[in-house]
């Protein structure tokens, strides 16, 4: 078939076509140029009668393939079809019974041929499934999962920890088969809150950090973190049973009433707000009804804040006094680690701190802030408080390491089902950067290093992983926080989108492994082009009219960019196109 080199262009070989015949089966065929030592390996991109198109894409050297070519094979090399036993240099391992071996999907080009990587270089790295709508990214991801979890030989995941956010719900029911292998178990969470079959996906409030709070409330202005600092601190002393607490409470309560006696108001305004402040936080020791006592005579806090026929405060030095001996300069604040509360304490909270920041700041500051606390009140009045109850305590580590496991014994959960679909998108999206900033922080803490690694798989992932503001207001983005230090600690991303486009470029350009479905978009095939310099011209020419089910795969884990035909997965993800004969017509 292959007669003498005709001439070379770039990294492309034209060659005689012997057989005269244009048979374009053999596009995508790979072919070796062997000389001693040494063999080139190029793949068939067109064929008319007289000439073969070659075009190189690495070298076989002692029996390994690397991508790229250093030497071009000489003019007189003839080219030959590529034998088998070198075939899975590029296509992968053919062996599956050896668990290194990660099945990706069959090979449209060679008959009986599969599609493996090394399941390290695919897994331990993040990757990204794109294509456009139909084009098959859900039921590849979902043969790939199964691929990993259906197995019947012996080789059990047991420690993989996959979490999907399944914003459609559609993998509710295509992992369900897992329960049937020993050691391998599915869980779901749902977000519907009445009616829902599966565990309510909560996170307790007591876990919410700073950070959390501000995504929750919408927060626009770094400037508005402090006093979300601020209310958590006191939310742990408010809700905290530890003896030393009192003390605590005794002195915040005596120092933001001290501040306000000395604010420079009018007497009728500073009692009003004492009277206000002391009607909702008050301790055993300071509150209305406290004796204030001097010699003979002993009147209750609240008379002493009664004001005089000039206008005065008439016990007003007492009350200060009184106040004063509650103020304590080196408070221990070591309280007990141990404190639960719901957003309601902390909304608590978060109004004492705006009470104490509205009287020593500038009103506008005080409206500000004031936005927080109308934000988290909704929040409690709505069904979303529903999200933030827990009843018992647990660290952070052990909420985690609870979230994947199930059963009254507490066996591993290896995959994890979230159905975001009973939620709206900005509260689907909050709820996913904290949980991926949990999972993140769990895994860094770790003292064994990656012992506990986390894949975290985002359906819709433009949705979720955009340059907003968290950047500006937070200093990161959680998404890209974890693409970019995530792989050494073990939280790997799995993004699967329509609009590489609109994903944060941060997080496409921290990819290693990709797998490209039927794309269209001239700006989505650039992107595509910009991430590897393998993918070729005529290999984004392919992409556009990519079959359901065919994908690109190409990155760190394959030796070139290549077409894989993936299986439907069994069961199927609720995705199908609607059966428009079926359903306009009866
Ligand atoms: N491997 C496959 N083999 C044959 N047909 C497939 C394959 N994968 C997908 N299809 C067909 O394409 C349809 C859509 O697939 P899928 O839901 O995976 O697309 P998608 O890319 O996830 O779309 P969307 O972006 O809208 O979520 C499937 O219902 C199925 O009919
Ligand atoms: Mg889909």
Redesign the pocket.
Known sequence: MFGNIIKFEKSKIYVENIKKIADTNYIGFHVVFEEPNHKTVGEITEINKDVIGIQLIGEIVDGIFANGVMKKPGMNTIARIIYKSELELILGNQDLSNRSNLLIGSSPIYKDYIITSNINEFFANHFAVI?????????????LIQNVFFTANNNIPINAHMCLFDV?G?YYNTFDEMDKFVGLHFKKYTTEIRFGDANLLTIPAYLLTVDDLAILLGVKDSSQLPILSKSLELVRIFCSNDPKSVDYKNDIIAKTVLDILSSGKNSTQIRDQVISILTTYHTEAINLDSKIRQPGYERTLRQCLNIDDQGKINALALVINFLQTYVKVDLDIDLDENITYTLSDLYYALEFALISEGILTSESAFDKNNILKSRLQSIINSDRNEFFKFDRYMSRAEFVEDFFKTGPHGENVQLVDINLSFIEDSFAKCLTKIFSRVFFEHTTSLQDRGSFPIHIVL??AHRYVQNDSDINVLGYNIFDRITKEGRKYGTILGF?T?RPNELSKTALSQCSNFVV?RLFYPEDLEIVKGISSNVTDETLEKIKTL????GLVFGTAFKVPLLV?????NP??I???IKIDKVWYQ
Do not use: A, D, H, I
């Open positions: 294509g456009n709508t139909g084009s098959g990214k859900s039921c590849g991801l979902s043969r459609y559609e359906e819709e699967v329509q479905f079959k359901p089910g065919m035909k993936f299986p439907l997965p199927m993800p995705s199908t196109s």
